[in-house]
């Protein structure tokens, strides 16, 4: 039987990325009293000894979304605002500012950034073109956002999230093969990952392989089962630990969606 095809432009795929889904919610997290004295504390060393890497570290230490007691990425983008005045060309301070903007939803602003970082430090800090990816992918330049993720997988090849994040915007950009072949080699390494696996059966199906698109989209539904607050935070760096639990909510219920479309395109072409 022939196989219905869906385009992906067309559909409604859900697509679990790794900081293309959840980077948006609101911040919203009530600063404690204990993490308001501590920001005092430490803008009152700023004052006494004014120091860019006294700033940024302060401020990487607010937009650690691993830990929640020193989460706040308002007080992490005034202490990075002060530390690239004290220092501009302290290595990372661009690339931070841009992770903070793009958390926000301020793309503009990211690219911005971004750009600076790179034109800065480009062999420094590689990982700046994945982050620059992530924004380009979210203003919808898919074709530059490729190629940044390009850039990034050639220093760093098995890194699951890069390649996740590679195949949504290969999807976005009409290229569900390569997004395919993408997936299915970052699988050899990391066959239980649920993110992967979803990505994976989203691909599989738009190029009309639906049997194979099920096992895979079955196979992240039974092991979406198994994240946990730890591996979400870590898989979504700087995101505020707050809405963790929601986080893994929304990413089941992603996985289980896509599963029914799956299963529902499959029952539909065996009848035809």
Known sequence: MKKKKLSYKNSHWIFSGIAVVFVLFIIMTQTS????????????????????????????RHLDGQDPSQYDVEEAENFFKQAVKLDPELLYVHHQLARIAFLKGDFVTALFQINLQIQRHAEETPNSYYVRGLIEGYMGDYGAAAKDYEEFLKVDPYNWAAVNDYAWVLLKDNRPQEAADATEEALVFFP???????????????????EKALERVQKAWAHVQNVQEKEWLHSYPGNDPAIADQGIATFRTAVEENMHRIELALASSTVQ
């Open 192 to 210: 239980e990952n649920p993110w992967l696996l979803n990505s994976s059966a989203i691909a599989l199906y738009e190029i009309g392989a639906i």
């Open 33 to 60: 009293a204990a993490l308001s004295a501590q920001v005092v504390g430490e803008k009152i060393m700023m004052k006494i000894f004014p120091s860019g890497e006294r700033a940024f570290e302060y401020g990487d």
